[in-house]
């Protein structure tokens, strides 16, 4: 008889760590909200600590430990921590126009010491090369050389249309593995992002400066997990909600930034049984808003920044708001405000009904009778001195603001149900008039970890393909193995993958009668991964 066998979910926010653990019917064993320390590992290990006591479960029987971090983005927003980064772009004698790194904001090059080369090479839309077959060897090396001497620690290299054809990429790389080592980081734009040059670029550059980060990220986790004796598969959740082995996600976590609110979103869908629902993740500081679409968070049709940077990567269409469960309510000229200053993770010492002395919003719903805290510390009749008049205007705001969020999110006047997640989700009653159908499912709480532990793990392919020697079935058809091919690679069991989302967009603008195609794959986990193939 098989032993059976456990995922840990793992998700670090800027107020909480959540953690779980699910058995193979993912079904809840355990679950824990810890406050996210400023040693991140350290936060991680206690919540996996706390989780380990309650289901006491043995830790050979877990398979897999997943994780969505917010490490990439805290780096990029706040500036530090990030490598020493060289953009190579590979267009020459074209492309030169708007050079690397334009309209950037300069305390980010300067945070990341950026230096950007260009060089012949690059192809156009149909593959045909710009400036020859190969690389001019002799150019590359001086360009390298000069890498080597100004001390870049990481290397980002984008070439024309190098998601057609991206050999001369890989040539500039091999290139650079002899001059600098093999263990050199190198960030191709033709494995991070689509067509577009400059979103392309931009994205690559980002990848780039935060793969330190990554790996150390990477190696905190493997070291908590290690105190337990944790010998396991480890994959990181990614913007569009599916999984990434662990190798993957030191090389790409630019992929990682937006992983947060959308474990939350995959979590509320498992939780509920929903493919079709708007999702409000209410967390201490914040909200999140976003949309699922058979069963997958729906993406931004629209370039996305970070940090400043114009990107072209996938990411979940949200709204985010600054309400929290420990947002702080003033006054204004007369006018309630809620948010956006929060006191994060210090409310059990702050809000007042904790025996504080601030204001926040968990402290209206209570005096509202809308939310109900189990906590010795917690006492109701702190509030009591609130007026009634005033705990019902700013229970008004609070609702407000919520079902704003969700009429902006939503692209139909079709009803959809509402489902509320995070542990600040009890600010909203069960019934609010025009947002339709509220669901706060089981375990709301702590529905960002549980939609990192039951994700999907995913491939995708977004090309351009000429007809002229080429079917248009064809074509299809070697996309659609391509990305399920990707999806195997990153663990999804091949027995249960599929195609979720196919795209066609024919380029009548451009010679050759060329098309568009883009086409996802996804398929759940290999529960039992082989152990010994772990990712270090």
């Known amino acids: 008889m098989t032993a059976k066998q456990y995922k840990i979910g ?88 708007v050079p690397p790194l334009t309209d950037w904001h300069a305390d980010l090059m300067e945070a990341m010491g950026a230096t950007s080369y260009f060089v012949h090479g690059g192809f156009e839309f149909d593959g045909r090369p710009l400036a020859g077959k190969h690389l001019d060897r002799a150019e590359c090396l001086a360009v390298l050389d000069e890498i080597k001497a100004a001390g870049a620690e990481s290397i980002a290299v984008c070439s024309i249309f190098s998601p057609v054809n991206a050999s001369h990429e890989q040539e500039f790389a091999e290139m650079a593995r002899e001059v600098l080592g093999p263990d050199v980081s190198i960030t191709l734009s033709s494995e991070i992002g689509s067509l577009s040059l400059l979103e392309r670029e931009n994205s690559t550059v980002l990848n780039a400066s935060v793969v330190g980060v990554a790996r150390r990220a990477a190696e905190g986790l493997m070291e908590a997990l290690e105190r337990f004796g944790i010998k396991t598969k480890v994959f990181f959740a990614q913007n569009d909600g599916t999984l990434m082995a662990l190798d993957y996600a030191i090389r790409y976590p630019i992929l990682t930034i937006g992983s947060g609110p959308t474990n939350s979103l995959r979590g509320a869908a498992f939780l509920s049984g929903l493919k079709d629902c708007i999702v409000a993740d209410i967390g201490g500081t914040s909200t999140d808003v976003g949309i699922m679409v058979n069963g997958f968070p729906r993406q931004s049709a629209v370039a996305v920044e970070v940090g400043g940077v114009l990107t072209n990567f996938r990411m979940p269409d949200l709204i985010s708001i600054g309400l929290g469960g420990g947002s702080i309510v003033t006054v204004d000229n007369g006018e ?84 509320l997640v995070g542990g600040g989700s009890l600010l909203v009653p069960p019934h609010v008039p025009g947002i339709g159908e509220i669901i706060r499912p089981e375990n709301f709480g702590c529905a960002n970890a549980i939609g990192a532990a039951t994700a999907d793990a995913s491939g995708e392919v977004d090309e351009l393909w000429s007809l002229v020697n080429t079917s248009r079935e064809e074509a299809i058809r070697q996309a659609r193995e391509q990305a399920v091919q990707k999806a195997i690679e990153m663990g999804a069991d091949p027995r249960a993958t599929e195609i979720v989302d196919m795209e066609l967009v024919p380029l009548t603008y451009l010679p050759g009668n060329v098309i568009r195609i883009k086409v996802k794959a996804a398929g759940p986990l290999r529960f039992g991964v082989n152990k010994d193939c772990v990712s270090r």
């Open 10 to 97: 793992i998700d670090v926010g800027g107020t909480n760590t959540d953690v779980v653990v699910l058995d193979e019917a993912n079904r809840v064993a355990a679950s824990v909200k810890s406050a996210t320390t400023l040693d991140v590992q350290e936060g991680i290990f206690n919540g996996i600590q706390s989780v380990l006591e309650q289901s006491k479960i043995d830790t050979s029987a877990i398979a897999y430990v997943s994780l969505g971090t917010t490490h990439a983005t805290n780096a990029i927003i706040r500036r530090k921590l990030l490598s020493h980064v060289a953009v190579v772009r590979i267009c020459l004698p074209a492309g030169k126009g």
């Open 336 to 419: 309630i405000q809620i948010g956006p200053d929060s006191v994060g993770y210090e409310i059990t010492k702050k809000a007042v009904c904790f025996g504080g002395d601030t204001l926040t919003a968990t402290d209206i719903a209570i005096a509202a009778g809308v939310a109900r805290i189990d906590a010795p510390n917690c006492d109701p009749t702190r509030l009591a001195h609130l007026d009634p008049g005033f705990v019902k205007q700013a229970m008004d705001k609070i609702i407000e603001l919520v079902a704003g969020a969700c009429d902006r999110i939503k692209t139909s006047t079709a009803p959809l149900p509402v489902v």
